[in-house]
């Protein structure tokens, strides 16, 4: 008695979107059994994939089936798809494995597309795995330039959101979907602006974080990511390099497959609501730059070293000596390697640069007049920064006693036998909004303690004790130069040809005024590098 042929079923739909509207595979099947069904054949094996590109081989479901078929001896002797576009969208990588499964035995047969096994069938096979290929190709073409389209207008993609935002249905219809949006999360939001706050203030016991401190400090005091996992450098540093958190979140940078950067001319930016202040962000950009290793010039014992640098080439200015260290100078690095075909760049004497940094300082900057001129507009923004902080408070508060009040209700329920404790989703419910009213609580408390750490008041009075103090203070017993005093006014120098540009931070500025005001440290509040106070070179040349 002649064995029946064993069949296994492969059926595929594209889209997560297909698999749930349940459009394809029910009508795959329907086809695949009768067609069993009309040449006897028996079917042993159902493999189903849904929602997964067939443009690869990473298809759960798919290897699983390869495994099966080239076993010694084989599952099943015939693999039945509805069309050679179900098993591969891709013409080599079709050919490889039409030819494993023939090495074990095994025959793919296409419902839609029926072949033979002589050479014109092989050749018909290939050529129209080729113009599926081609279709599969032009269809992500058009789908991602919709896409494109979508982001440009606002819209969220899809995906999950970055930590901080959550999806929100928008008002607008297309055809029979409804578009989305991102909106604030307002508890992961808290944490994004805690990430940012304590790169650029520290955390009130300590000085300015690094990556790797915010991620042990996050975990140290409880905060998980939002999948309630433990924070990792990369994670962090995600957050602080995101320019979704300003408003501008970048959409198609990567391949989805290889992963590499696409050029600058791919990318979308797409408009959200920011969460943190856009000069909050450059400064952190700064200071992460600062601390690159790539970035940050040998540290020597001199006054500048490490914050000056050749306006040519934006090369670090170093320590060189001459006549066997009698003299020494300041010199672009690209120069004192590559000499003026490397960089035109200038040689000055150290001794008469620290005196220009510091005396400019000394009788520019750190006058009453000039500092409230330099931070009026950041001043205007601590003040709105507390107001807004102050409703995210009240907004937190609100949460947890809606929480706590939702709380009460379900535990009146279970006293009053309407609810049942034993119910496993009643036990998540109350899982749920004891954590919502938790973390908010916890979060309401880290922003009174923020507004707590901001300080005084800066008054006219605080600037100009500020600036007697400051000019005493710069100076050393012996004349010289206090390093880490003057490196809290002044972060970065660039040295030109013909002019000298000092730059700051505003932000660094103020906390270092705030500190002193505070009496938080000896001195007068020395910060880490962070440029820039003279970020439109509106003067200071």
Wanted: with cysteine; aromatic share 6%.
């Amino acid at each position: 008695m002649t064995m029946p042929v064993r069949a296994a079923l492969y059926l595929r739909v594209s889209t997560g979107r297909q698999a749930e509207n349940d459009l394809s595979i029910p009508d795959q099947r329907r086809q695949a059994k009768a067609y069993c069904a009309s040449r006897g054949w028996e079917i042993v094996a159902d493999y189903v994939e849904p929602g997964l590109s067939a443009t690869d081989d990473r298809r759960p479901e798919f290897q699983r089936m390869i495994d099966a078929a080239t076993t010694k001896p084989p599952a099943f002797d015939v693999i039945l798809v509805h069309s050679f576009s179900r098993f591969f969208r891709d013409q080599f990588q079709l050919e490889f494995y039409v030819r494993r499964l023939a090495k074990a035995g095994v025959r793919l047969v296409s419902i839609t597309q029926e072949l033979g096994d002589d050479p014109m069938s092989n050749m018909i096979r290939q050529i129209m795995a080729l113009f599926d290929e081609y279709q599969s190709k032009e269809n992500a073409k058009h789908t991602l330039r919709a896409m494109k389209e979508s982001a440009r207008q606002g819209f969220w993609n899809g995906a999950l959101p970055p930590i901080g935002y959550r999806i929100v249905e928008a008002s607008e219809q297309r055809g029979h979907r409804t578009k989305k949006t991102l909106e604030i999360d307002p508890v992961q939001a808290e944490t994004v602006r805690l990430i940012f706050r304590l790169a650029r203030e520290g955390s009130g016991s300590s000085g300015l974080m690094g990556v790797k401190s915010i991620a042990t400090h996050l975990n140290a005091i409880g905060i998980r990511t939002r999948d309630g996992g433990r924070w990792g450098v990369d994670a962090v540093h995600m957050v602080l390099t995101r320019t979704t958190y300003i408003g501008r979140h970048r959409f198609n940078t990567k391949f989805w497959k290889t992963r590499e950067r696409k050029a600058e001319t791919e990318v979308v930016e797409m408009a959200v609501p920011a969460i943190v202040d856009k000069e909050e962000f450059e400064v952190v950009q700064m200071l992460l730059k600062s601390r690159s290793p790539a970035m940050i010039a040998p540290r020597g014992p001199t006054l500048l070293t490490g914050i000056c640098f050749c306006a040519a080439c934006g090369g670090a200015m170093t320590l060189r000596t001459g006549k066997s260290g009698r003299y020494r100078y300041y010199t672009c690095c690209t120069k004192a390697r590559q000499g003026e075909t490397g960089c035109p760049g200038r040689t000055v004497p150290i001794e008469k640069l620290d005196n220009l940094v510091a005396e400019y300082i000394e009788q520019r900057l750190l006058q009453p007049k000039r500092l409230e001129r330099l931070l009026s507009h950041v001043l205007d923004r601590r003040t709105e920064r507390a107001e807004r902080r102050k409703s995210h408070i009240a907004e937190l508060r609100k949460r947890a006693t809606e929480a706590d009040a939702k709380l009460k209700r379900l535990y009146d329920a279970i006293e009053n036998g309407v609810a049942d404790l034993s119910d496993p989703m009643l036990k998540g419910r109350i899982g749920e909004l004891k954590a919502t009213r938790d973390q908010a609580r916890l979060d309401a408390e880290r922003a009174e303690d923020a507004i707590d750490r901001a300080g005084p008041t800066v008054t006219p009075q605080t600037l100009k004790t500020f600036a007697r103090t400051a000019r005493k203070r710069m100076r050393t017993e012996n004349g010289g130069y206090r390093r880490d005093h003057l490196r809290a006014l002044a972060q970065r120098i660039e040295v030109d040809q013909k002019e000298l540009r000092i730059m700051g931070s505003k932000s660094v500025l103020l906390r270092t005024l705030v500190a002193a005001s505070s009496a938080k440290t000896a001195g007068f509040g020395v910060p880490s590098s962070v440029p820039k106070w003279r970020a439109r070179r509106d003067s200071n040349s």
